[in-house]
């Protein structure tokens, strides 16, 4: 019997064990991943409170370290179904089953996918979601990245000093992502935007050979003789398996507000996979101590 089990290891699920551990409560940590979450594919963190610069890995390190030296169990295996039974919750894994009194969920979020015919097909063979993990196999070739976010315009930075040419391609005329990352962008002479821009067509049989693209201004459709296709177009929850023990929104995210605590006792939330408006490192670490003191308050009243 554990105090809080946590359901993810990003950096909520982290943050929690932390807080959690420091608040004397014995916490474990599952996650069928590994530590981290999406952030170890950052290669540079700049927007991190009290860290000037730090790489995504070695951040996410530092945070695993810090939650294990405190004492806090992690198991590299995904919890498949959790069952609330009052007092108890039980979270089964494939092989095993761990019960504890409070449960946080922060399962993250996954990288949401084009859409397009034979895309997961091309997956690994052209089409990547991780320009820092696959940036390194188009050396010297033409690639494009989609997306408007930060990530994207990370990304096509990473891949602008392997590749040969980058094409980066926004469904809008404007980025979402910040302006100082845009103007580096603008600087680089092997970056080509298209903007009001949209994939529409991988081409290639066992690899990508070029991506066809269309403008939505002026219909227009060219023809990109790339290898490589990273696709940076936002993510998605994952927390379908569990939609019978927490509410989820219409798109899939755990209802639950600023409290982290959702309407199951004893249940609670944290980081991307929760509805929220802003979805960013220091926020997932903020919900993950919110969410563990509350743990902490929920097992305290229960001990009265």
């Known amino acids: ?53 730090v790489s995504g890995f070695q951040l996410a390190s530092q945070m695993y370290e810090q939650a294990v030296d405190l004492g806090a169990e992690v198991i590299f295996e995904k919890a498949e179904t959790v069952e609330d039974c009052g007092s ?67 990304d096509a930075e990473v891949l602008s000093g392997i590749a040969n040419k980058v094409y980066l391609i926004h469904r809008r005329d404007t980025f979402r992502g910040d302006l100082a990352n845009v103007k580096r962008l603008q600087l680089k002479d092997n970056i080509e935007f298209l903007l009001d821009t949209v994939p529409v067509e991988l081409t290639g049989e066992h690899m990508v050979e070029g991506l066809r693209v269309r403008n939505v201004k002026t219909e227009e459709e060219q023809q990109l003789d790339v290898s490589g296709v990273f696709v940076a177009i936002g993510q998605m929850p994952d927390n379908k398996a569990f939609e019978n023990v927490v509410p989820l929104d219409r798109t899939g995210y755990i209802e639950a507000g600023e409290s982290c605590r959702t309407e199951r006792a004893g249940i609670f939330t944290a980081g991307d996979c929760r509805t929220k408006k802003v979805r960013q490192l220091a926020t997932a670490a903020a919900d993950g101590a919110v969410a563990a003191l509350a743990a902490i308050e929920y097992i305290n009243g229960m001990q009265k």
């Not at 474990?28 to 999406?38: H, M």
């Open 1 to 53: 019997m554990y105090d809080i089990i946590i359901i993810g290891a990003g950096p909520a699920g982290l943050s929690a064990a932390v807080y959690g551990q420091r608040g004397g409560k014995n916490t474990l940590i599952l996650d069928g991943k590994g530590y981290g979450g999406q952030i170890i594919n950052t290669p540079e963190v700049e927007n991190y409170p009290g860290i000037k610069s």
């Open 88 to 154: 108890v919750k039980v979270v089964r894994t494939q092989n095993r089953q761990y019960e504890a009194k409070a449960v946080i969920f922060a399962t993250g979020a996954k990288n949401r996918p084009l859409g397009l015919d034979r895309e997961a097909q091309l997956t690994g063979a052209g089409v990547s979601y991780c320009a820092a993990c696959d940036g390194a196999f188009f050396r010297g070739r033409d690639v494009a990245v989609v997306g408007g976010g930060n990530t994207a315009l990370e």
